[in-house]
């Protein structure tokens, strides 16, 4: 495990943020504006380079110092969900995409100017990935239709291109459920699409939204690798995108942590501070500790996947000790600041939607178990 490269990339992405107040950061998530000059100062560091070769304009590396950078951005309190997709849609297109997509994209991820977000959750079909109904039909000749309706996609209104998981085959002509299925590269104000923003506060500056498409044309170029093979590309970087998941609740959890010693050390209702109390300190000692287990397992996943193992069970396992060991910290730094939790300025309350997100997407802890209890137990599959 290279922990002083993570080291390394954590340090610079602290001195990049400590260039952006809590004023700018606010006002770009209340206004859910692109923080485009933090975004700059990212790329300018190299930090948008991560996991990605020189030939494209990037700094090497792998989905390890990709996980330092978010975990520094979300316990710096500057989480950015598109820092994430952008990454996982690079990886995906690093591993699938042909020589034309990646000279396309690649170079300007890593100079900051081209972000993507990425499109699969249906409102029918949730977590069942494989019942989408979005379609993408091969008209023979000029290209594909595409029409859909995605829901909760994350920065899709500011974002560069939207990778959409379409089907080209009905799943009534295919063996197995995985195939006939496309990713396809999207440009968001394309004509035929149209976005709607939903009503979910969260404290960051990308907003979610409904998505509809409506017969969108697209040319063969907009697909990545094989048509019918979308699913086993996307397998191959669910893993890393765990990871990541998992990274960026290690940060928010330290976050609260760190908020909670704080008031703990100055608070003194009876004179000596509230932190001097083990009914107060064990719980926070305890979060310390599910914490750095959790950083370990990510970092082992990481070290795992960068080595060229696919890490399933190793991001399984960061991705589900990641999302609890957040809450825990979330739920010791509220119990330690009493009443004062529920005061805005004292920052744990714009925490909480991160928190508890981290449970649910992009994949629950249920289904986090699911695939542990199959793959890493030998269980049979229970839906
Ligand atoms: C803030 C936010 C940002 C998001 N960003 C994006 C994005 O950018 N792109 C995108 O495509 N999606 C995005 N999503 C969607 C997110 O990935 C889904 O919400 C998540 O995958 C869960 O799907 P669902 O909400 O449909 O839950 P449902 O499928 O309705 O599931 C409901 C509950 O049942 C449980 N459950 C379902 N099936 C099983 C099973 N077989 N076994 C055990 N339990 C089960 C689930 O774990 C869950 O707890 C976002 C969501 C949010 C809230």
């Known amino acids: 495990m290279d922990f002083a490269a993570a080291a390394d990339v954590a340090r610079t992405t602290e001195h990049v943020l400590a260039g952006f107040d809590d004023d700018y950061w606010r006002t770009h998530c209340q206004d859910r504006k692109h923080p485009a000059e933090l975004w700059q100062a990212l790329a300018r560091a190299d930090l948008l380079g991560l996991g990605l070769p020189t030939d494209y304009g990037g700094v090497g590396g792998g989905v390890t110092h990709a996980a330092a950078l978010v975990e520094a ?3 710096f309190g500057r989480p950015l969900f598109s820092l994430l997709t952008t990454y996982i849609c690079g990886e995906l297109l690093l591993r699938h995409g042909d020589d034309k997509q990646r000279a396309r994209y690649l170079p300007g991820i890593a100079a900051g100017e081209c ?3 990425f499109a699969i959750t249906e409102p029918d079909a949730g977590t069942n990935s494989f019942a989408i109904r979005t379609t993408a039909r091969d008209d023979g000749v000029e290209g594909l239709s595409l029409a859909g309706h995605k829901c909760y996609i994350s920065g899709v209104d500011q974002a560069d291109v939207v990778v959409v998981v379409a089907r080209t085959t009905p ?3 295919v063996d197995d459920r995985r195939q006939g299925m496309a990713l396809l590269l999207v440009d968001p104000q394309a004509p035929g699409v149209s976005m709607t923003p939903m009503s979910i506060e969260m404290p960051a500056p990308e907003r979610q939204f409904d998505v509809w498409f409506d ?6 170029g907009c697909v990545v690798g094989e048509p019918g093979r979308g699913f086993d590309y996307l397998f191959t970087v669910l893993n890393p995108e765990r990871l990541l998941t998992a990274a960026t609740q290690v940060g ?16 003194a209702p009876f004179g000596v501070p509230v932190g001097s109390y083990q009914a107060i300190q064990h719980p926070l000692a305890h979060a310390h500790a599910q914490l750095e287990a959790a950083w370990l397992m990510t970092m082992h996943g990481c070290a795992e996947y960068d080595a060229g193992r696919s890490a399933g069970t190793e991001a399984n396992v960061a991705k589900l000790l990641a999302a609890e060991a957040s809450q825990h910290a979330f739920d010791a730094a509220v119990q330690t600041h009493g009443g004062a939790a529920f005061d805005d300025d004292a920052g744990l309350t714009a925490l909480w939607p991160l928190v508890r997100m981290g449970r649910i997407g992009p994949v629950s802890n249920e289904m986090v178990l699911n695939h542990l209890a ?7 599959k229970s839906y």
Not at 374 to 380: I, K, N, S, T, V
Request: glycine share 8%; charged share 40%; hydrophobic share 35%.
């Open 252 to 267: 928010i959890g330290r976050r609260a942590l760190d908020l909670g010693v704080r008031r703990a050390r100055e608070r």
């Open 171 to 173: 799943r009534s002509d």
């Open 73 to 75: 951005t979300a316990r």
């Open 215 to 220: 017969d969108v044309r697209l040319d063969h």
């Open 374 to 380: 199959e793959h890493a137990l030998g269980l049979p």
């Open 115 to 117: 972000r993507f977000a």
